[in-house]
């Protein structure tokens, strides 16, 4: 290739070493490819069986479900059917309170002071950037596709919504962190409760007209001094549930104590190690039931599922929408900050993952995860089982990058159907909201609803109107519970 031929050479060569790298890697995987043998076919397979199970497991139970539909069973009759997969769920929420209080004590101790601080600044720091991202590519999806054009006279409503101060919620998360009982952290979180009580209101005197009431009736001059009014006033309360954030806080303080304690606390430190091991070891057991479980609770839910004649267009474009951005943000936005930071196939390390994003597919419940989480992080991925004790379990509780992206689609969603013009500090208020109120959502019960009436609230949306995307909740916390994949990610890249 010369100038003569009007060709720049450095691009010929450019050109022909391009064609000698896809040659030679060609050449490469046809190589590999003649040489497996049987054995290289078995030892995928043992190795993947887990995997390849419970693919499988989310294949049979949707078309058993769909498949079951026809007989319209009652909800006894679902329930029976749906038992194996109770039973998982029950076998892997009875492991995540041990779970998390072991990884963070652990993990916590093992470092020092310097350590766990830097790794703590780098874990809010990318909590606080995907949450962001995620509230923002939610706010841009929904104004470009407007879900919520026409009225809302002709939608589904479903449920009823108990109204909550934003500053109750603020309060009770912070007092869900420092629980005052440990034992009952464990099953019970902190709640404002809501009473009518009958206050009696002072009225000022009238020097003539109330001297002379009182020489002429005694009983109207008492009725004129005073008079009842009725207000609704928060009182202490409580819901059933763990209170993950307050174990969270104790775990961390407790392993950063142990950890100072040098040989003094030795002993407590491998008290720690050994019961996490021993549940680890517990997961790994549970694991061979998985498929059968996940199997059985999928269908369920498919045969459980109303009738989808109630979903109208709206309703429709809306879960579209927010299927559309939970999408963006797991397949472009977080692979891309793990490839950009890390230089590594993101799809690889994803791959590392199924059987945990399966499993979270199947149980509704990043929480419940959280074993398999561990288990594919640590045995497949070979992230620092000091990062991952501390990251995963921090993580499950403060990093909901699907909550915070679906809350501000579904707050501009309910703008939309009523014709409400949002103004740009409106949006901005909604961003800040749900990104706040996702952070802090593990420590609020109920939080789901909770933290929706906050960020309705606080631009003066009608709260009621979370009646209108209840009948698909229950889908889209499914694909919110499958997309949250930030804390692996996180893991990966507070390690380096």
Not at 385 to 402: C, E, Q, S, W, Y
Not at 407 to 428: K, M, T, Y
Not at 441 to 470: E, N, R, Y
Request: hydrophobic share 50%.
């Amino acid at each position: 290739m010369t100038k003569g031929n009007g060709e720049d050479p450095k691009t010929g060569s450019r050109m022909e070493r391009f064609q000698q790298g896809v040659r030679k890697r060609t050449l490469l995987a046809k190589k590999k490819v003649q040489s497996i043998t049987k054995d290289d076919v078995k030892s995928y397979l043992l190795r993947n069986a887990f995997v390849l199970f419970t693919v499988v497991a989310v294949i049979l139970g949707v078309i058993l479900g769909f498949s079951l539909r026809s007989y319209k069973m009652s909800y006894r009759e679902v329930k029976y059917f749906s038992f194996p997969g109770e039973l998982l769920m029950r076998m892997l929420q009875m492991l995540v309170l041990p779970l998390i209080v072991s990884s963070l004590v652990t993990g916590i101790a093992a470092l020092d002071s310097k350590a766990s601080g830097k790794m703590g600044v780098r874990a809010v720091v990318y909590y606080m950037s995907t949450t962001i991202i995620a509230v923002l590519i939610g706010i841009i999806i929904v104004v470009i596709i407007h879900p919520g054009k026409g009225t809302k006279e002709n939608m589904h409503r479903e449920g009823k919504i108990v109204q909550v101060t934003a500053a109750d919620a603020f309060l009770d998360l912070i007092r869900n962190m420092f629980p005052p009982n440990l034992v009952e952290a464990c099953f019970k979180q902190f709640k404002t409760n809501y009473e009518k009580r009958m206050f009696k209101v002072d009225i000022p005197p009238n020097d003539t007209s109330t001297v002379a009431s009182i020489i002429s009736n005694v009983s109207e001059a008492m009725e004129a001094l005073t008079r009842m009014k009725e207000e609704i006033v928060p009182v202490p309360g409580s819901v059933n549930g763990v209170n993950a954030l307050g174990l969270v806080v104790f775990s961390i303080s407790f392993g950063l104590v142990i950890g100072s304690m040098k040989e003094q606390g030795q002993a407590l430190k491998d008290f720690f190690d050994s019961l996490n091991e021993a549940i680890m070891r517990l997961v790994a057991l549970i694991m061979w039931y998985a498929p059968l479980g996940i199997l059985f609770l999928i269908a369920g839910k498919i045969v459980e599922m109303e009738d989808m004649g109630v979903i109208g267009g709206q309703l429709a474009m809306y879960t579209v929408t927010v299927i559309i951005g939970l999408l963006i943000h797991a397949v472009i936005v977080l692979p891309l900050l793990y490839f950009l930071i890390t230089r590594k196939n993101p799809w690889v390390f994803i791959g590392g993952l199924i059987q945990a994003l399966v499993t979270a597919l199947g149980t509704s419940s990043s929480s419940a995860t959280l074993p398999v989480t561990f288990k594919c992080l640590e045995e497949i991925n070979g992230v620092d089982k000091r990062v991952t004790r501390f990251v995963l379990p921090v993580g499950a509780t403060i990093n909901m990058d699907g909550t915070a992206l679906y809350e501000a689609l579904a707050a501009i969603f309910i703008a939309q159907v009523n014709n409400f013009d949002l103004n740009f500090g409106q949006i901005i208020t909604i961003s800040i909201t749900a990104t706040a109120a996702s952070i802090g959502a593990a420590g609020i019960p109920q939080a789901g609803l909770v933290t929706m009436v906050i960020v309705l609230t606080s631009v003066g949306l009608p709260t009621d109107d979370i009646t209108l995307i209840i009948a698909v909740d229950w889908f889209l916390l499914l694909m919110k519970t499958f997309h949250q994949s930030g804390s692996e990610y996180g893991s990966s890249l507070i390690q380096i």
